[in-house]
Every structure is written in structure tokens, then in C-alpha cells.
């Protein structure tokens, strides 16, 4: 069975950092790509990250690009997302998702307020 | 960057009524398109893959159509779980864009 879980979410003040973990069950982690998403409160689903199966090419959103860095570690089954100089804007559940996004975690939520 | 301008943003229906939601890609995107449901404090839930490939396990009353610049997702006969909210997902051309979502009420 597929499973994807999301860890390290909270709360974090303005300008903080905060990584989050997706661990991955029941597939070949290192031959799918996997991105990140995230939905705001009351909000709409955001694409935010990807990154390739040997975690060579990334992508970012305007909105995180230069702030967010995603990383994979195969040989753990885990896909990261480290989030920098955090804003109240970038309040949301995380999801994290295979490839095909077919398979979603259950999200993380993130909560940046002072 | 591709939009997806996605309608309506909500409508009331009632069960056993057919129900269309549209997704417009601003350019075309071939059948690169996923139709989620996704339901208060859950993690989405693909439907439909490739435009129009009903996803395993999912209903046969949900269907999907559409190639290029026009999608639509179509719930033959609403049923009291389908109430939730609908998104379409263009995976064409970097960066991935959602449509806004289609809340599905209770009439």
C-alpha cells in the first residue's frame, strides 16, 4: 500500500525556519519524482515544489523560490522541504505526492504568526 | 504560466442530479489534466487521470472529457458523499496549476 506521511510541521514566528518530512512506503521511492503542495486556510490547492528522481532538477513557485529548498534522500524514502525566511503567507497544510499525483500524504499544517 | 480558469466556483444541487464542472487551460495542454475531490480537512483524492481515465476504485457515475484547452468533469447521478469540493490539476508545463475549485453543495 502506498503511503505517504508529512512530519515537522508548527508554528514558527515571521522570518523563522522550519523543514518538513514526507516519508514514503509501498513504491519505489527513488524512481518517482515528488513535489510538495500546499492549501492556505478556507484556500485553494498551491503547487509549490518538485524534484527529479535523483534529485538533480527542481522546481520551485515564484511565491518560495529563493526561500524554500526541496532534497530527497533515497536511501531513507524521505522527500524534505526546507522553509527559510518564513511569512504569514506561507501558512498552509503541506502535502507532499508521488509523480503521478495519485498518492497524497495527509498533510502538515505550517502556521507562521508572532 | 498556464491558467486554469475552472466554473463554477460553487453551485447547490441535489441528489440524483447530473452535475458539469469546466476547467479552461489558457493554452493547450493536451489530455495532460487530473480532476480531484477533496473534503473538509482531508488530503485531495484523484478522479480522473489523463482527462478521461476514470481512476481504480472510483465511481463509474464520475467521468471526465476534454483534450487542448477544454475540460469537463461530470457527475452522472450526485450522490450524498460526492458533496465536497472539486479541483482540476494541468501537469503539462512547469509550474503545475490548479483551477480555483467547485464547492459542491446540498440543495
Known amino acids: 500500500e502506498v503511503q505517504l506521511v508529512e512530519s515537522g510541521g508548527g508554528l514558527v514566528q515571521p522570518g523563522g525556519s522550519l523543514r518538513l518530512s514526507c516519508s514514503a512506503s509501498g513504491f519505489t521511492f527513488s524512481t518517482y519524482a515528488m513535489h510538495w503542495v500546499r492549501q492556505a486556510p478556507g484556500k485553494g490547492l498551491e503547487y509549490v515544489s518538485a524534484?527529479?528522481?535523483?534529485?538533480?532538477?527542481?522546481y520551485y513557485a515564484d511565491s518560495v523560490k529563493g526561500r524554500f529548498t526541496i532534497s530527497r534522500d533515497n536511501s531513507k524514502n524521505t522527500l524534505y522541504l526546507q522553509m527559510t525566511s518564513l511569512r504569514a503567507e506561507d501558512t498552509a497544510v503541506y502535502y507532499c505526492?508521488?509523480?503521478?499525483?495519485?498518492?497524497w500524504g495527509q498533510g502538515t499544517l505550517v502556521t507562521v504568526s508572532s | 504560466d498556464i491558467q486554469m480558469t475552472q466554473s463554477p466556483s460553487s453551485l447547490s444541487a441535489s441528489v440524483g442530479d447530473r452535475v458539469t464542472i469546466t476547467c479552461r487551460a489558457s493554452?493547450?495542454?493536451?489530455?495532460?489534466l487530473g480532476w480531484y475531490q477533496q473534503k473538509p480537512g482531508k488530503a485531495p483524492k484523484r478522479l480522473i487521470y489523463a482527462a478521461s481515465t476514470l481512476q481504480s476504485g472510483v465511481p463509474s457515475r464520475f467521468s471526465g472529457s476534454g483534450s487542448g484547452t477544454e475540460f469537463t468533469l461530470t457527475i452522472s447521478s450526485l450522490q450524498p458523499e460526492d458533496f465536497a469540493t472539486y479541483y482540476c490539476l494541468q501537469h503539462n508545463t512547469y509550474p503545475w496549476t490548479f483551477g480555483q475549485g467547485t464547492k459542491v453543495e446540498i440543495k
Open positions: 524534484i527529479s528522481t535523483n534529485g538533480g532538477i527542481t
Open positions: 505526492s508521488r509523480e503521478t499525483v495519485d498518492y
Open positions: 493554452q493547450g495542454i493536451r489530455n495532460d
